[in-house]
């Protein structure tokens, strides 16, 4: 159990629409391997009495809406965010909901995010690290983080396959080294692009620790910082604050090295539970509830890691969970 009250940041759900939509597109498999796990509200809510998770923020994984149903993504994304807002009305206590949007399709992203965001209520969005091929920072979807700029939003970056990731050969599934890869290279498309300057009212959460970004981040800033970048070059003390600044949840991060690579890069305050339930099974789940406690965090940070940093980003959601800052 763990010894605080938690909010799960990193909770995925599939609604009916969801599978129905994998299922007719012919999806048997995700990401070059992985299988589609089971899910239910109530499976969900047993798993967090048990190993003491107060709430869970939901959202849907990879793949994303284009990519699983192409030209009907936007009904697709309608659907999953009504079932989301009726989950968050059925349990105001126990989970949150983030929208899904049918990006790289810009029209129809910004109908849904005032949709969801304002007349659904849903407490923030789930982007994919890439969208059909865009990054996050690539112009072309410059008008979506305008939109949730604009509403200051929460918007949690969660890895898919990249384009090119058939052509690899390594007959391995994507999440096995490709989306901690595919999480860098969004983060690094926001960096060296105008979007890290011109969105910072965008509270960004990054999966599984920042993918490989804690290790290379120094290499990254100094190359960054060069000329062979040119004018996208940025000194390395901007883009290293700049990553000090966003938000990574400890879904996958249950050993002391991989927690110590990353407080090399940030401050506790920036550092959200997860657990990737049910991508990550309930017995993997229960592991890393029982290796939190083992990890190297002073005592005053547990509580802000668990709950309290969450708060900060979903006050709302906090509230009605008993979660708020004290």
Same mark, same amino acid.
């Given at each position: &159990?763990?010894?605080?009250k ?6 995925? *759900?599939?609604? !009916?629409? $969801?599978?129905?939509?994998? !299922? ?24 967090m009495?048990?190993?003491? +998770? ?26 999953v965010? %009504? $079932?989301?807002?009726? #989950?968050?009305?059925? $349990?105001?206590t !126990? ?16 109908d849904?995010?005032?949709?969801? +965001?304002?007349? #659904? ?13 865009? $990054? #996050? ?10 939109? +949730?700029?604009? !509403? =200051? ?14 052509k690899?050969?390594?007959? @391995?599934?994507?999440? &096995?080294?490709? *989306? ?6 969004? &983060? ?26 804690? *290790? ?13 970048t ?6 390395? =003390?901007?883009? @290293? ?7 990574? %949840? ?27 339930y ?11 509830? =029982? ?14 890691? #668990?709950?309290?940093n ?17």
């Amino acid at each position: &159990m763990l010894p605080e009250k938690a909010i799960d940041v990193h909770a995925h *759900f599939l609604p !009916r629409a $969801y599978r129905d939509a994998l !299922r007719s597109n012919g999806f048997r498999l995700l990401d070059g391997g992985m299988p589609i796990p089971e899910w239910s509200a109530q499976q969900a809510l047993d798993l967090m009495d048990e190993v003491g +998770l107060t709430a869970a923020m939901l959202s849907v994984s990879s793949p994303f809406a284009t990519t699983v149903a192409g030209a009907d993504a936007a009904s697709l994304c309608r659907k999953v965010n %009504d $079932y989301a807002a009726e #989950l968050k009305s059925r $349990y105001p206590t !126990r989970f949150g909901a983030l929208a899904m949007l049918p990006v790289p399709d810009v029209a129809a992203s910004l109908d849904e995010i005032g949709r969801a +965001l304002d007349d #659904l209520a849903l407490d923030g969005v789930a982007l994919p690290t890439n969208a059909a091929g865009l $990054y #996050l920072g690539d112009p072309a979807l410059a008008p979506v983080l305008a939109a +949730l700029d604009e !509403r =200051q939003a929460t918007v949690f970056v969660h890895p898919t396959s990249p384009c090119c990731f058939e052509k690899f050969g390594l007959a @391995l599934p994507a999440p &096995m080294i490709e *989306f901690p890869f595919d999480t860098t290279r969004s &983060m690094i498309s926001l960096l060296y692009s105008s979007a890290s300057r011109r969105y910072e009212g965008i509270k960004f959460i990054f999966s599984h620790g920042g993918g490989t970004m804690p *290790f290379l981040a120094p290499r990254i800033a100094r190359v960054g910082a060069s000329p062979v970048t040119g004018d996208r070059s940025r000194p390395v =003390q901007e883009s @290293l604050d700049r990553l000090r600044s966003w938000h990574y %949840d400890l879904a996958s991060v249950t050993t002391p090295a991989q927690v110590e690579a990353l407080r090399t890069m940030v401050p506790a305050s920036q550092i959200l539970f997860g657990t990737d339930y049910p991508f990550s099974p309930a017995p993997s789940v229960r592991l890393a509830v =029982q290796a939190f406690p083992t990890l190297p965090f002073p005592s005053e940070d547990r509580r802000a890691i #668990l709950h309290g940093n969450a708060a900060r980003l979903f006050p709302p959601f906090a509230k009605s969970c008993g979660c708020t800052i004290d």
